[in-house]
């Protein structure tokens, strides 16, 4: 049965030490834009929903028959 050496435990250890950085940086990348992602959502949705109130608002005066003094 093979048994590794020392120094191939210690360059397992430190390639995985490396490999868990590099997921955590590219975790934290994509906590960041889906941050932003949620955040522009956000922000569209209420954009879609003032120009609805609008589009309604202008149905509804539409709708109403003008009253002549």
Do not use: C
């Not at 030490?17 to 522009?40: F, G, P, Q, Y």
Request: aromatic share 4%; charged share 40%; proline share 3%.
């Amino acid at each position: 049965m093979y048994e590794p050496s020392e120094q191939e435990i210690r360059e397992a250890i430190t390639f995985l030490a490396l490999e868990n950085i590099k997921l955590k940086r590219r975790l934290e990348e994509t906590e960041v834009l889906r941050k932003s992602n949620l955040n522009n959502w956000v922000l569209e949705k209420e954009r879609a929903d003032g120009l609805q109130k609008e589009l309604d608002e202008i149905k509804r005066a539409h709708a109403t028959p003008a009253v002549l003094a």
